[in-house]
C-alpha cells in the first residue's frame, strides 16, 4: 500500500502569499493518479488538481500541481480569505486502491 | 448539475449494519464512471471505502473488505454501501462521490456527507 505524507502538518500564512504543500509517496506513482482536494469546515471536498498538474473546472489559476514519482506539490500563489482549509492529496495505485495524505491546514497568520 | 445525496440512520448500534444509499441526479450512473464512498473520522482525514462500476463491479479498501459491501440499482440512480459489525471505530462521516477511472483519476463530485454514530 503507498502511504503519502503531506508537510507541513499546518501552514500559518497571510492574505496575498505563496503557500506551497508537499505531498510526499511511499513509492512512485503515476501522475495521472495524483489529485487534490480543498476542504472547508462542514463541507465535502473539493477536487482542485487531476493528473498532479491540471486544474480541475472553475479553480481559479493561482492554484497550480506540480511533481512526479514520489514528489508533488500544490502552489497557491496569493491567498485569498476563501483558501485558508485543510488540503488533501490522493493517489490510486496498485491493487486498485486509493489513498489520501493526512492533509495540511492553511490558516491564517 | 450532477448532484449526489447520501441518506440513511444517522446512529448505529455496535456490531449491527450500517446502511446508507446515495442518490444520484443530473447524470445516469448507467451512462458509465466509478461510484464510491469515503468516509471521515470527526477530526482526522479521509479514508476511501469502496467504489463501483455501473454494471456491478467492485473495489474495497482491504481494511474494511471482510465488512464492506457496495452495491448499485440503476433503476433508481442510486448506489449503496453496507458497512456489518460497526464499532465506535467506524463513526464518521460517510461521503459518496463520482469517481473517473480513466487515463487519470480523481473524485470529482461529492454529496454533502452525512454523520453515522456507532453508540448504544
Known amino acids: 500500500e503507498i502511504v503519502l505524507t503531506q508537510s507541513p502538518g499546518t501552514l500559518s500564512l497571510s492574505p496575498g502569499e505563496r503557500a506551497t504543500l508537499s505531498c510526499r509517496a511511499s513509492?512512485?506513482?503515476?501522475?495521472?493518479?495524483l489529485a487534490w482536494y480543498q476542504q472547508k469546515p462542514g463541507q465535502a471536498p473539493r477536487l482542485l488538481i487531476y493528473?498532479?498538474?491540471s486544474r480541475a473546472t472553475g479553480i481559479p489559476d493561482r492554484f497550480s500541481g506540480s511533481g512526479s514519482g514520489t514528489d508533488f506539490t500544490l502552489t497557491i500563489s496569493r491567498l485569498e480569505p476563501e483558501d485558508f482549509a485543510v488540503y488533501y492529496c490522493?493517489?490510486?495505485?496498485?491493487?486498485?486502491?486509493?489513498?489520501f495524505g493526512p492533509g495540511t491546514k492553511v490558516d491564517i497568520k | 448539475q450532477v448532484q449526489l445525496q447520501e441518506s440513511g440512520p444517522g446512529l448505529v448500534k455496535p456490531s449491527e449494519t450500517l446502511s446508507l444509499t446515495c442518490a444520484v441526479s443530473?447524470?445516469?450512473?448507467?451512462?458509465?464512471?466509478?461510484w464510491g464512498w469515503i468516509r471521515q473520522p470527526p477530526g482526522k482525514g479521509l479514508e476511501w471505502i469502496g467504489s463501483i462500476y455501473h454494471s456491478g463491479s467492485t473495489y474495497y479498501n482491504p481494511s474494511l473488505k471482510s465488512r464492506v459491501t457496495i452495491s448499485v440499482d440503476t433503476s433508481k440512480n442510486q448506489f449503496s454501501l453496507k458497512l456489518s459489525s460497526v464499532t465506535a471505530a467506524d463513526t464518521a462521516v460517510y461521503y459518496c462521490a463520482r469517481l473517473r477511472m480513466t487515463t487519470v483519476t480523481y473524485f470529482d463530485y461529492w454529496g454533502q456527507g452525512t454523520l453515522v454514530t456507532v453508540s448504544s
Open positions: 443530473g447524470y445516469s450512473i448507467s451512462s458509465g464512471y466509478y
Open positions: 513509492q512512485s506513482v503515476s501522475s495521472s493518479y
Open positions: 490522493q493517489q490510486y495505485g496498485s491493487s486498485l486502491l486509493f489513498t
Open positions: 493528473g498532479a498538474s
